[in-house]
């Protein structure tokens, strides 16, 4: 299996990564990947980017060294009603990551399952939101037989963060039970690096190893394999049409 696209990265906009869209888009054609979302923080993070520069990426052209390129955001969940930062003028945007920050959630509300579940069915109504960002974190375990089901219905693609395994890695045995109740359940996920510099495009060791480990079924990885990715921008985006 070869992932061919990376549907959750960072480029200097969001001021905690490091290089620009060319230098991003640059590195995903050497590392021969076919598709790349740009998916910088929403406004909520400390140091991320305005309205007007998600409203703007319109200017950025769809297509760069052969590289389909998905203007994107990572909308920030900031309460227990799975509200988001992500503010109307962005509605035009091709893709969205939806996550949950530690630190941007209300510190006098202790998380539970129960509100953790509440929060994700939230969101899965959410036509907005397409991928399911890194939601292993144990604080905010949720009821992901009754939520993971739900995303698979709604077109929601559950994200196995390779980062995860770097920067959360309390998040790994959760996300590992994530992927097997997706496999239960035949939800869709995507493989993604959350890259906040170049180098870590296209990189998976981590992930790659946890799927194989569980057996997990090679034709729920969306981006692994470029008419499948196709197939489901297809159906829930427009990107497709408007190149
Ligand atoms: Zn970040
Ligand atoms: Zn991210």
Known sequence: MKIIADLHTHTIASTHAYNT???MVHYAAQAGLKAIALTDHGRRMPGAPGDW?????????RRLEGVLV????????IDYEGNTDLEENAKNLDWAVASIHGGLMDPNVKPTVELCTELWLKVAQNPMVRVIGHSGTPQFAYDYEKVIPEFGRQGKLVEINEH????????????KKIAEVCKKYGVP???????????????????????KEIDFPEELIVNGDENRLYEYLRKYTKVLEEE
């Open 21 to 23: 869209i060319l230098e």
């Open 53 to 61: 520069y998600f409203q703007n990426l319109a200017t950025v052209p």
């Open 70 to 77: 998905l203007r994107g955001i990572e909308m920030n969940i």
């Open 164 to 175: 995860s395994f770097l920067v959360r890695k309390s998040s790994v045995p959760n996300c």
């Open 189 to 211: 996920i995507v493989v993604d690096s959350d890259a906040h510099f170049c180098t870590e495009l296209g990189v998976y060791p981590n992930a790659e190893r946890m799927l």
